[in-house]
DNA sequence: CGGAATATACCCGTTAACACGTAGATTTTA
DNA sequence: TAAAATCTACGTGTTAACGGGTATATTCCG
């Protein structure tokens, strides 16, 4: 008999976590390591406790799940990372799958079944991505291709989207674990692809072309 | 022995349904009567089953938590509902509260614990609320009651719109035939009375308010 | 393979936008 | 008419956010 694979469980909200978990300790091949409602914390105990997949929900406060998977990614490499979404929002699920940082994304609305079959298929070493999110990244493929000649890559989206709830550089910086030097270049670089040098002309561009 | 609580579930995300079906269904006074991702299915379902408490999400497509727990107060009087919410948003809630058709609202990081305090709690005729709930609501109602106090002069008003429109002080003293300092000291009582300092939440603000 | 794109990071200098004051002139309102 | 609100204006100091560079490691893609 195989060894159980070992689950770890990060979500905002405590019930779901609670359902997961009472969801997947039933099935005989999968035991849950640990869980958190904090992405900070569930990246501690991921130093001692032996952790073959990561469950982790995409939007959380303060860090959102694509940072953590980002980390989790160079620190621990040997975790895979499947995520938990409850719409199929598109942008920021491009940069990890190009960068391999999860082996996986389903959204909260699939069933049981599907869930298992999703940790099974990642626990043995493949790739899961639900039908739904297929397809909308598709979409997302189509609508920025043909849309708009400024392209914004997903890490200035990212900063967009955190300039936008009225952070400063310093205050970027610290979410996304990066310099303070390199927000600024990240900025420099979005006025000029916006040919504008104003913080207003921004937010309006964003909220038109529903970056936000 | 009392009859068991017969609930019914519905959320958008089938893995928060299976989530707390397995996070019930455990408890011995507790029975899972049925459930459904659809606001209007389970609605239907709720004739042919006999259904103590309702388990609502707030925010669904299309029919919202808000309009189901209404139109179930009314087609089903005896049918309590208790309200669950990713965040506290406080908006819908409040009219809820007054007339009458949840008797319950909690958020989805409370713990199991709380959950099953709750329904004993709803079933047995009573109210529950998370804290969390409570005091985001009161948040709200200062905040309306405040945010309505706010009361920019005209000369105010037509510089937020200057400063919407991208203009800088310098501009904005040009603009009006007024000093750029005359233009600080206006900015400065601006932001006083938003209580704020950046130029992003003065804009939300103005939109939000139809300032522009 | 090799160029293009991306993400990271630093230096230097400038300046617009702040914070925290004060204060006179005018208009509105109680 | 007296008080309150509004509009006007200035001083001083600080700093976050620029513009304009350069540069390296990595990844993507033809």
Known sequence: MKDKIRIAIVDDHQIVIDGLHS????????EIACSST??????????KNKVDILLTDIMMEPMNGVTLAKKVHE????IKVLALSMSGAGDMVDEMIRNDSIQGYVLKNIGKQELLQAIQKIANGG?????EVLISLEKENDRQKQSDHIKFTAREIEIIRLIERENNNKQIAGELFISERTVETHRKNIFRKLDSNSVIGL?????EHKLI
């Open 23 to 30: 969801l997947l300790s039933n099935d005989p091949s999968i």
């Open 38 to 47: 904090s992405a900070q914390e569930i990246f501690q105990m991921l130093q």
């Open 75 to 78: 620190e621990y490499p040997l």
């Open 127 to 131: 790739i899961y991505y639900s039908d």
């Open 203 to 207: 937010i309006k561009y964003a909220y």
